[in-house]
């Protein structure tokens, strides 16, 4: 699987944008990006995804670099509730195994 | 609505007792993961299903087995729990073939082996 850097902590405080940082330089070009969250006490859940062009939902945005080589998770309005471990995984669209890999995140504090 | 779940929250076993956890999930899903989770390791992938008895192992298989009977339900099985696997197991599941959907989650089951 083709592995992702994420930096281990950031602090943001409350109502201001938050950008989350995610290195893929080994990405292939039929891996899809995608981050989860994990809120303490909690399963991780999906946040968003994309493969080439910049997406947004109602959660996030997620801008991804023209090599695609990086990816950043954007946050507009941190919130406490946002207070997670956030992590980028890649995913290939192209055969082989479909196992689903995470690192060790990147662990949001949110002060108010 | 739930859509992942895992029979237990909490477990207390004792050492060298065979235990059994369980995931179910209701999305027609065939892929399913087991996972562990310890403080500063992340997310560590035990094993993972693709398709009714079949199975890959992950990154941390030893002293673990599976079983998917069924498609819905993926079964985690410690032969002789040890002490060193108490931690947090998470189930997950996915589609297949599809990289552009989501894996949804379990609450997760909190096992300490004493």
């Known amino acids: 699987d083709a592995k992702t850097t994420q930096p281990n902590s950031m602090e943001s405080n409350e109502e201001e944008p938050v950008h989350l940082p995610c290195n893929h330089s080994t990405i292939s070009g039929t891996d899809y990006i995608h981050w989860y969250r994990q809120l303490p006490s909690q399963g991780p859940e999906y946040v968003i995804h994309?493969?080439?062009s910049n997406v947004n939902n109602r959660m996030a945005s997620l801008a991804i670099a023209e090599d695609r080589k990086s990816s950043t998770l954007i946050l507009h309005r941190a919130t406490l509730r946002d207070a997670a471990v956030y992590y980028c995984i890649l995913r290939d669209s192209q055969g082989g195994s479909e196992k689903l890999v995470f690192g060790k995140g990147t662990k949001l504090t949110v002060n108010p | 609505d739930v859509k992942v779940t895992q029979s237990s929250r909490y477990l207390v076993k004792r050492t060298g007792e065979k235990v059994f956890l369980e995931c179910v999930q209701d999305m027609d899903h065939e892929n399913m993961f087991w996972y562990r989770q310890d403080p500063g390791l992340g997310l560590r992938l035990i094993y993972f299903s693709y398709d009714v008895k079949m199975k890959e192992k992950g990154d941390i298989p030893e002293g673990y087995s599976v079983s998917r009977e069924k498609k819905e339900r993926f079964s985690l099985i410690l032969e002789s729990a040890s002490t060193n696997q108490t931690s947090m197991y998470l189930c997950?599941?996915?589609?297949?073939?599809?990289?552009?959907?989501?894996?949804?989650f379990g609450q997760g089951t909190r096992l300490t082996v004493v």
């Open positions: 997950a599941s996915s589609l297949s073939g599809l990289m552009n959907t989501e894996a949804f």
């Open positions: 994309g493969l080439t």
